[in-house]
């Protein structure tokens, strides 16, 4: 008597196991591909090293070596796995854990292999390597959670900060509630803040109340139609820029005879 293990593979049953294998197969790539879409849509907020390019640029241009991660002295920078919710393979870091301490020589960035850290953003007029050129992101201020804003005397993001008195100001108002007392607010200057993270690192809230964000992220966009008056360089370039001026017929009519009129009035009821 055959059993159900001896019987003989036909055609048919290799046939339907085939489909079967298949669909397995379709499955599984289909979940890991829907995994993979997801953890690339999650990028807004991400930290990438010193130099990296654009976002979008990054991410053609990365080959995902880890190269960047092996010379980080600090192991600041790490690659992105299946649940970071970052494009897996990718590079970067999360401040309040492990900040980027700001080295000199810059070690991620010259063993990048396609230039996706791009060395030139990073160098001075001499070609010097110059970390403080780097824009890893900017430091943002919660100031109903900083503790400096309720009047408690604290400066730790202003100390950690390596461009000190530079990237993060201290300004000091009075404390009307007291009338004895004074505030020290630790301002962020946009343009010095390298997106470090020191700062976010030595915040003693909870939850850090100054956090690091992605520079597209934290900051506005004026426009190229607003002119810095008072800075020669932004004027000089709408030297060339010419105007159009445009006229609008004003009705004679009075606004009760506008608003009677009769092929007004039919399109507002419209």
């Not at 059993?3 to 397995?24: D, V, W």
């Amino acid at each position: 008597m055959k059993t159900e293990k001896n019987l003989p593979i036909t055609e048919r049953r290799k046939f339907f196991l085939t489909i079967a294998r298949a669909t397995g197969l379709a499955i599984l790539g289909g979940l890991t591909w829907s995994a993979f879409v997801d953890e690339v849509k999650a990028t807004s907020l991400i930290l990438r090293p010193p130099a990296a390019l654009k976002e979008d640029d990054f991410l053609a241009t990365c080959i995902k070596c880890g190269m960047c991660v092996e010379a980080c002295p600090f192991d600041t920078l790490r690659l992105a796995k299946p649940g970071d919710n970052k494009p897996l393979g990718t590079p970067f870091y999360i401040p309040r854990e492990i900040p980027c301490y700001m080295c000199v020589d810059i070690p991620c960035v010259p063993v990048c292999p396609t230039g996706a850290l791009n060395i030139k953003s990073v160098q001075n007029e001499e070609k010097k390597l110059d970390i403080t050129k780097a824009q890893m992101g900017v430091a943002v201020i919660d100031d109903s959670s900083c503790i400096a804003f309720w009047g408690i005397q604290c400066d730790a993001c202003y100390r950690a900060c390596p461009l000190l008195g530079n990237a993060i100001s201290i300004e000091y108002t009075k404390n009307e509630r007291t009338g004895k007392h004074a505030f020290l607010k630790p301002v962020v200057h946009t343009d010095v803040c390298t997106g470090c993270g020191l700062c976010e690192k030595a915040c003693v809230t909870q939850k850090a109340a100054i956090f690091v964000l992605p520079r597209d992220v934290a900051l506005g966009k004026v426009g190229d139609h607003y002119v810095q008056g008072w800075d020669k360089k932004d004027e000089k370039r709408v030297e060339n820029a010419t105007s159009t001026t445009t006229k609008t017929k004003i009705s004679k009519d009075s606004a009760v005879d506008s608003l009677n009129n009769s092929n007004d009035m039919e399109d507002l009821l419209k």
